[in-house]
């Protein structure tokens, strides 16, 4: 890059606490990171000025960007199975790029390909209608909701995308199942009826227990995402 050429901009969609925006600028120096997130508390610890002065942070989704934004390229990492209008919110973002800038994002995959989540929401689920309480199955969970690759690709299609391809990543965490069950209780919501709800005790320490029972002895946990790469 010389010195007449401007620094590549880059959009981090749902940046979250900026882990993303951090390794792109050290993948790409010079390069500036626009962090957007509708979460106020995860966006205080994204990287902005003073502290990391190639970074801005912005309040809000795909539908706050400004007419006048323009990006080099767009990430969006774990992000679209939770937009309300994943279409409208692509077109959003597909406006703001340049001519042939890439979007890259990263989905999980379908709920049996992402374990540990799959057994900790099934663990409640086989609880059955205990004490006036039937709680979701795996598959019903947002967090899938692009698993299978015709759904992804359709979106980025329906919203104007060229050159969409999709490739796959695995990943696989070495943890005990006690660890595994603390981090996604504290992690992940659970669904009951018509919305999400904190399980009483007695009914997160009977899921506890049939997580364990049928973990026992199990370290290895897989999970499969998919990589969607596409251009304006």
């Not at 939770?82 to 890439?102: H, K, M, S, W, Y």
């Not at 709680?135 to 359709?154: N, S």
Request: net charge negative.
């Amino acid at each position: 890059m010389t010195s007449t050429q401007r620094p590549v901009h880059l959009l981090d969609h749902g940046t979250g606490t900026g882990q993303v925006a951090r390794l792109l600028h050290e993948r790409i120096p010079g390069c500036t990171v626009h962090c957007l997130d509708p979460s106020a508390d995860l966006l205080r610890s994204a990287p902005q000025a003073p502290w990391e002065p190639w970074g801005s942070a912005q309040l809000g989704t795909a539908a706050d960007l400004h007419d006048h934004d323009r990006f080099d390229g767009c990430v969006s990492n774990l992000v679209l199975p939770f937009t309300a209008n994943t279409i409208e919110d692509l077109r959003r973002i597909r406006a703001t790029l340049a001519a042939g800038a890439p979007l890259v994002a990263v989905t999980l995959g379908t709920a049996p390909e992402v374990e540990p989540f799959h057994q900790f929401w099934d663990a409640y689920h086989s609880l059955g209608d205990s004490l006036g309480h039937s709680f979701w199955p795996p598959e019903r969970y947002v967090h899938f909701r692009f698993g299978r690759p015709p759904m992804l690709h359709a979106v980025f299609h329906a919203a104007g995308f060229e050159n969409v391809q999709l490739s796959t990543v695995e990943a696989t965490r070495i943890l005990s199942p006690e660890a595994v069950w603390e981090w996604l209780s504290s992690a992940l919501p659970v669904g009951t009826e018509d919305g999400y709800a904190t399980p009483e005790p007695a009914l997160s320490d009977a899921a506890r227990h049939c997580f364990l029972k049928c973990s026992e002895g199990r370290t290895s946990w897989a999970t499969r995402c998919l990589i969607a790469c596409a251009t304006a």
